[in-house]
């Protein structure tokens, strides 16, 4: 079955700075990598997702890419505010059961 | 208004209990999950059902029965309850591989 790694488990950053968490995986079938954000005692949320046809996804201050040979993706968080601090899961999905495969997470800290 | 929706949001109960949590969705998707949540805050699927049938059943013990009356509903009734069992259980919907869409978790505590 997909294994996926994310690192790092934790990060903080002061505000402004930039945020990177990356994530491999091995089922080189899975073709769909969503990012889910969560807040202290609140659901998952997605916050951007990708597909394998596609290098590179950017939706204002968050981009995530991917590089289907190496089998690994991050997400890019720039000028990070205290509003940003949360837990990040990476998924990746084969698309075919919708089922996602989950890292084990990232816990960010944007100190401001 | 709420796209998944799952109660009780909060259940305390013994060891040796057995307890269900309910979960809706008025999104119209045909796949709905049970995750379940630890300490650590590790994500990891329970359960999964496109369209009321059964696709996914992970490494659970036989205690967790998941059902689903209609492809709106995803029940999980949990017997003879156990102190490991305590963690924060997310229901959630996708269409197809589409993202999913989670409910507000229930946070159980087995005493």
């Known amino acids: 079955g997909e294994n996926v790694e994310q690192h790092p488990s934790t990060l903080s950053v002061q505000e402004g700075d930039s945020a990177v968490i990356k994530c491999t995986y091995s089922?080189?079938?899975?073709?769909?990598f969503p990012w889910y954000k969560q807040e202290l005692g609140k659901r998952p949320q997605l916050i951007i997702d990708i597909r394998s046809n596609v290098g590179e996804k950017k939706d204002q201050r968050i981009a995530v890419t991917l590089n289907k040979t190496a089998k690994h993706f991050s997400l890019h968080i720039t000028e990070t505010q205290p509003e940003d601090s949360a837990v990040y899961f990476c998924a990746a999905s084969r698309g075919d059961a919708g089922k996602s495969t989950f890292g084990d997470g990232t816990t960010l800290t944007v100190k401001p | 208004d709420t796209a998944v929706s799952q109660t009780p949001k909060y259940l305390v109960t013994q060891m040796g209990n057995d307890k269900s949590i309910k979960c809706e969705q008025n999104l119209g998707h045909d796949t709905m999950y049970w995750y379940k949540q630890d300490s650590k805050k590790f994500l990891k699927i329970m359960f999964s059902?496109?369209?009321?049938?059964?696709?996914i059943n992970e490494t659970v013990p036989n205690r967790f029965s998941p059902k689903s009356p209609d492809k709106a509903h995803l029940n999980l009734h949990i017997n003879s309850l156990e102190l490991g069992d305590s963690a924060v259980y997310f229901c959630?919907?996708?269409?197809?591989?589409?993202?999913?869409?989670f409910g507000s978790g229930t946070q159980l505590s087995v005493l």
């Open positions: 089922d080189s079938a899975s073709n769909y």
């Open positions: 059902y496109n369209n009321k049938e059964l696709i």
């Open positions: 959630a919907s996708s269409q197809g591989d589409e993202k999913l869409f």
